[in-house]
């Protein structure tokens, strides 16, 4: 066979081989990348510190609860707030470069501060397994009125360390106002021991 030919066959043998592998390698490179970015936000939270897998840019936002019934998925159904506390960025003339990923409750975190207040009216809650329905009870009348209630605290009194105690055999809920996450359900049992149940949005994180 001439030289030349007998090169030219080996070259067509090896990119019959050649692209499908390469391919095969792009693909599931892509794969690997796309799961990593759209993968669901995990949050850890313990006595000591919250973190979240996605940030806590935002910082974080808590409930205290008062239940009165329970979903089949093992979460509050219905419930009073009793009071809220949250962590929150306390915004300064530095341009960061760095957001942590992880909250301190009994420790200072820089330029994070904590707010906490009880509520001047009853607040309901009625967890849909989609998000939840707020309501307000005016204390007069008794009514209950359906009310947009926004994950923060008015009392501008601030602290540099959780101003509130985390109790036994008690249910909260908490935002860290990620998009892929609609809210995040903790209960702490008898032991102290920490239980979280996330509730997944379906939006994707970018």
Known sequence: ??????????????????IPVCAGFLFSGCGLLLSYVFRPCNVEINERYIKAS????????????LVDSMLEE???AKYRILSQFE???????????????????????????????TLDQIRLA?????????????????????????YFVFNEASYTSCPVPFKPKTWYFLSIMQP?????????????HFHVYEQESGVSPI
């Open 126 to 150: 009625a967890e849909t397994g989609y998000g939840r329905d707020l309501f307000k009870v005016d204390t007069l009348t008794g009514d209950t009125i359906a009310v947009n209630m926004g």
């Open 87 to 117: 962590c929150s960025y306390q915004s300064d003339d530095e341009i960061r470069k760095e957001w942590p990923n992880k909250l301190y409750f009994k420790k200072t975190n820089d330029h994070y501060v904590w707010r906490a207040d």
């Open 180 to 192: 892929d996450l609609l809210g995040v359900y903790l209960y702490v049992d008898e032991h102290k």
């Open 54 to 65: 996605c940030g806590l840019t935002n910082g974080a936002y808590f409930e205290e609860l």
């Open 1 to 18: 066979m001439d030289p030349y030919l007998h090169w030219m066959s080996l070259l067509r043998i090896t990119r019959s081989i050649a």
């Open 74 to 76: 093992g979460i509050p």
